[in-house]
């Protein structure tokens, strides 16, 4: 710990008042950078800095990205050990040159033209969802749409069969918890067997699905990376397509999740904005982008140090573990004017981090806000009427990394006042309900 940075001993992402709600306590703040000993990271808040940082791999490794938060209790480890839990470097934590290894055949198979036809199927599996809820009696629109979309795009963008797509639904849970969460050690026995089982399954996939006569390979994303492998083995390796759908399997969907939540939610809690976007679905789009900026769903990423460096006026040795608050960048006053306003006429509204910048730039950011603004049309031309159902208390997830609500129960036409809603039951089938 650096002791010319200034130091916020109560600071915690896991604290009941941050998860509730961390503006408040982001808007309190005048440091832009602190660190925090509940997780011993350098919180790194302003935007300037924060894209300094994406933009200068050499200095701020991405190999934090996805470390755990606290350290492993040992029988998770034993188990991740003993079971052979072998992994790929992820993408999104390597820097170059090993990093272009995954991101190049990625992007090759991961195309604008695939993007673009996935258009019509995201709009039928938006009917169908929006189709099976009885809007007759409250319903919670997370379980409902914003939960099942992401995934049964995502899912079906790889090829993965329908039947695993719950079971992957509760192993990216346990990814997610051991990863940026604060598990207890019995929690993170529980997620490392889940880690360990949903590593194994990506790996019989793979393997399975290049032992298929090359002929009747369905066109999926899968298809392509392998086509890649078979140009040459030595390129694009069998792990190295595990690790890559090992990565686009949370990220494909977690983030759209939370996304939509967010966009339903601040919306529905300013009626003139709803309005203004049943009267004019053209301002969808900048809305979606302004979202992105005033409430992200991806709160939080990390890097850390490779030498010592000086950073917004603070000394950091090497090593040194840094949570980048993209939330916080969002409303940076110097580069957004009332930054707490939601504005969906905002003009630099694109201006936001919550893809990263330089080499590890999101490739699903046109997928990501392709799905939210077919998810967001079709709701205010299906349900233009529609409302937050009141008193209802939010939850969010107990991780560093995403936020958006667990539920969120709305209603059509009357005025419902209802305490202590019961959990989402959300849909029939394999995407039964969020992890």
């Not at 941050?18 to 350098?42: G, K, Q």
């Not at 190295?240 to 529905?268: K, Q």
């Amino acid at each position: 710990m650096n002791p010319k940075c200034p130091i916020h001993a109560d600071f915690d992402p896991f604290s009941d008042e941050f998860l509730a709600d961390p503006f408040p306590i982001m808007a309190a703040n005048e440091e832009p950078i602190f660190y925090a000993p509940s997780i011993d990271y350098y919180v790194v808040t302003r935007y300037e800095d924060i894209e300094a940082i994406f933009l200068d791999h050499e200095t701020y490794s991405a190999a934090a990205a996805q470390l755990p938060l606290v350290a492993l209790d040992p029988a998770a480890v034993q188990i991740l050990r003993e079971d052979g839990y072998k992994p790929q470097p992820s993408m999104v934590s390597l820097d170059p040159p090993a990093h272009r290894r995954l991101r190049n055949p990625t992007v090759r198979a991961f195309t604008p033209r695939r993007v673009r036809e996935m258009e019509p199927k995201i709009r039928k599996i938006v009917a169908q969802l929006l189709d099976e809820i009885d809007p007759s009696q409250p319903f919670d629109i997370v379980s409902a749409l914003a939960f099942p979309l992401p995934a049964t795009v995502v899912f079906e963008l790889l090829g993965i069969p329908e039947t695993h797509w719950g079971q992957l639904k509760e192993w990216c849970g346990d990814r997610a918890s051991l990863t940026f969460g604060r598990p207890e050690p019995a929690e993170q026995v529980e997620n490392a067997r889940g880690l360990v089982a949903y590593r194994s399954f990506l790996r019989e996939f793979v393997a399975e699905r290049n032992s298929e006569d090359k002929a009747t390979r369905t066109d999926d994303f899968t298809t392509a990376l392998l086509a890649i492998h078979d140009e040459d083995p030595e390129k694009l390796e069998l792990g190295e397509i595990v690790s890559i759908l090992f990565s686009l399997t949370l990220a494909g969907h977690e983030t759209t999740h939370y996304l939509i939540g967010n966009l339903l939610r601040n919306l529905l809690a300013d009626r003139e904005l709803w309005q203004s976007l049943v009267d004019d679905p053209s301002l969808i789009p900048n809305a979606v982008n302004e979202m992105l900026r005033y409430d992200t769903s991806v709160a939080v990423w990390r890097r850390m140090t490779t030498k010592p460096t000086t950073l917004g006026g603070v000394e950091l040795p090497e090593g040194a573990k840094l949570y980048l608050w993209l939330a916080a960048a969002g409303r940076d006053t110097t580069l957004f004017p009332e930054p707490d306003k939601f504005d969906i006429h905002r003009e630099n509204a694109t201006s936001t981090l919550a893809f990263g910048k330089g080499v590890h730039y999101c490739l699903g950011e046109a997928l990501g806000k392709l799905e939210a603004r077919i998810a967001l049309e079709g709701v205010l031309t299906r349900f233009p009427n529609l409302q937050l159902v009141e008193d209802q208390t939010l939850t969010f997830p107990t991780n560093i990394a995403f936020r958006g609500p667990k539920a969120l129960w709305v209603h059509l036409e009357q005025v419902i006042q209802r305490n202590g809603l019961p959990e989402p039951e959300g849909l029939a089938g394999p995407l039964a309900e969020p992890v």
